[in-house]
């Protein structure tokens, strides 16, 4: 039986990137939140993880955004959201 994870961090990277000049995905967000569960499941059916003006439905098996809402809005085109496993500095 696999564990969800308790914590995430979501990326807001947009999706084309003329030159990242070698930079990782991870380095092109435009902003960046960790998410702690929040003990719901969001109308996806997955669990709902919240933090930092950030609410999402995430697929722990898949680290897939399955729903999203950035201060209350749905996100701008254009834009693209990933999930990381949250690592403590």
Not at 12 to 31: I, K, M, N, Q, T
Request: glycine share 10%; hydrophobic share 40%.
């Amino acid at each position: 039986m696999s564990t969800v994870p308790r914590r995430f961090e979501i990326l807001l990277v947009p999706e084309h990137v003329e030159d990242r000049g070698g930079a990782a995905v991870e380095d092109s967000a435009v902003r960046t939140a960790v998410v702690e569960m929040t003990g719901e499941r969001g109308a996806s059916g997955y669990p709902r993880y919240a933090g930092h003006g950030i609410v999402a439905d995430v697929d722990p098996d898949t680290r897939t955004v399955e729903a999203l809402l950035v201060d209350g809005s749905e996100l701008d085109y254009g834009l693209t959201a990933l999930v990381r496993d949250w690592q403590p500095d």
